[in-house]
């Protein structure tokens, strides 16, 4: 071991950075920080957005708005989330930052379906919400035109800076505690894979906290771990009533997960486009089979072409490395369906 | 928090967090953004440090912590079974290394083939020259699986770098 531990000391010592690349990122790092001290608004901002990404099946519509926009549609592509290891801005990230470079500093933007509704939610200082709209209103119309939406309700409103409630950061500074003991316990029982996942959930009323426990089904050991949990809970005093624990399959949570992502890339690559009409998007994972249903407002079919171009893009964006990578074997079925239910377009494997 | 201390911290110890990350990601624009996410976090999160360990201990925790959430991102099934995904491509060494002999070279790329626990502990204990409790303390493992699993790396890597052309004898 003597001749490798020299390698591991001159491996060490030879594995080091240029110094220019070494200054280049300690100047990102401190920009970076001073950026986020001279914005701290911004958090608010990226929580609704957070927020609003997720997407509910809603009732069947059909909004003009906008029709005087009509005729640009740019060729359907499915942007993944996140890829080659970073996140993709959706479009309410693109829009904060749009919002941001003309001046006026954002609350949140938030896209709710059925109609498909963009909220710019602003926090207004020196000027008012009739002068804001009508400076952001064609720059945000133009943006949106550019990128092919073209039915859409736009709103301005004017957003109120939250403040926080003491009672709720004394919760958050126990769930953190219980988080930590979580996953101490199960990193103990050599579960330390399953303990990066986020087994602890946390309910509280006024009486009472009560700790949710998700339990993989695949642990022997639940007891155990559910006792020791609680010693841990009660030597530190911690204002805990009980622990409800439910169990659940990792494998089928984890495909739950990536489907979850998939429905939702789908979705926002044609909602808010006249030529799909969507409404809503749906998906379950059943004996480990996906299924995706898009829901449009549309009474036909569209054209031959509409429906090949739709498919090619589906599988352009099931073709991409990392997409494969994830997918591994899970078999899947993706439907479009017309206002009816009846089904006009299925991609499945 | 003062710009300076984090300056100081990155003059100290952003380098060795950088080279950690490399080792584990194996990409080096991705560990220079997993880095600069660990020092923004270090941070905002600066009033949580409880002097429990030592400044540098913290940083690779927190590094270590960025550097999961990545792969769980990244890659959740192999993330969850602990898998290695083995490069396709030959890779080069990132432009922003400076040089290294061909003998480092190959341990460098051998660790990067090993599976990422395997990894970790190697590149903690041994390159990074933490204690066994210091490395417990990053990896949020006990003692004793940092000493067990440091044994079957050592002879995984061993393993590698004999199928790699080191002979037996050289590496004692």
């Known amino acids: 071991m003597k001749f490798l531990d020299e390698q591991f000391r001159e491996l060490d010592e ?13 100047q990102k790092i401190l920009q970076n920080v001073t950026t986020k001290e001279k914005r701290p608004i911004k958090q608010y901002g990226w929580i609704a957005i957070a927020v609003c ?13 906008m029709a005087s926009i009509v005729g640009k549609v740019l060729p359907i592509k499915i942007t993944p989330h996140y890829s080659e290891g970073q996140y993709n801005p959706n479009l309410t990230a693109q829009l904060f930052e749009l919002v941001e470079q003309e001046g006026y500093a954002v609350g949140s933007v938030g896209i709710t379906p059925s109609p498909y509704t963009i909220e710019v939610s602003l926090l207004l200082k020196d000027s008012t919400l009739k002068q804001a709209t009508k400076d952001l209103e064609p720059t945000i119309t133009n943006y949106l035109y550019e990128n092919g939406y073209d039915e859409y309700e736009l709103l301005f409103t004017e957003a109120k800076e939250v403040q926080r409630d003491p009672h709720e950061d004394e919760e958050s500074k126990l769930y953190d505690e219980v988080r930590e003991i979580v996953k101490e316990v199960f990193t103990s029982y050599g579960y330390a894979e399953e303990a990066d996942y986020e087994l ?38 911690l204002d805990i009533k009980d622990i409800e624990v439910t169990t659940f399959n990792l494998a089928h949570r984890l495909q739950d997960n990536r489907w979850a992502y998939i429905a939702s890339d789908i979705y926002n690559a044609m909602a808010g486009k006249s030529t799909y009409h969507l409404t809503g998007v749906s998906y379950k994972v059943r004996k480990g089979h996906s299924y995706v249903d898009i ?37 899947y079925t993706i439907q479009l369906e017309l206002e ?9 494997k | 928090m003062k710009q300076e201390e984090l300056t100081e911290w990155f003059d100290q110890y952003g380098e060795s967090v950088l080279t950690y990350i490399l080792l584990m990601v194996r990409d080096y624009q991705q560990a220079e953004d997993l880095t600069q996410e660990t020092f923004i976090k270090a941070y905002k999160h600066q009033q949580q440090f409880e002097h429990k360990s030592s400044v540098k201990t913290w ?36 432009e922003q ?9 190959q341990l460098y790329r051998t660790i990067q083939q090993l599976k990422p626990s395997h990894r970790q502990v ?18 949020n493992w006990s003692e004793s699986k940092v000493k067990m699993t440091l044994k079957r790396a050592l002879e995984e890597l061993r393993r590698k770098l004999i199928q790699g052309g080191i002979t037996d004898e050289i590496l004692g």
Request: proline content about 6%; hydrophobic content about 35%; charged content about 30%.
């Open chain 1, 14 to 26: 030879e594995l080091k950075i240029n110094e220019q690349s070494k200054e280049q990122l300690k």
């Open chain 1, 53 to 65: 990404m997720c997407f509910i099946i809603t009732l069947p519509f059909y909004s003009p708005t």
């Open chain 1, 200 to 237: 602890a959930g946390f309910k509280s009323t006024w009486f009472s906290n009560i700790v949710t426990l998700d339990m993989p089904d695949h642990i022997e050991e639940s007891d155990e771990i559910i006792a020791d949990i609680e010693k841990e809970f009660e030597s530190r005093k």
């Open chain 1, 295 to 331: 829901k449009t407002a549309l009474t036909e079919p569209p054209s031959e072409e509409t429906i090949k171009e739709i498919e090619a893009a589906i599988q352009e964006y099931f073709a991409l490395p990392e997409k494969k990578e994830q997918l591994q074997n899970d078999d």
């Open chain 1, 340 to 348: 009816n239910g009846e089904p006009f377009m299925e991609v499945t």
């Open chain 2, 59 to 94: 940083l690779f925790s927190i590094a270590h912590n960025t550097t999961v959430d990545y792969f769980r991102k990244k890659h959740p099934i192999q993330h969850f079974l602990g898998l290695t995904i083995e490069e396709k491509d030959y890779k080069p060494l990132p």
């Open chain 2, 97 to 105: 290394i400076v040089a290294m002999n061909d003998q480092t070279e």
């Open chain 2, 122 to 139: 190697i590149i903690l204990r041994k390159l990074k020259e933490f204690s066994t409790a210091e490395t417990a303390y990053v990896l």
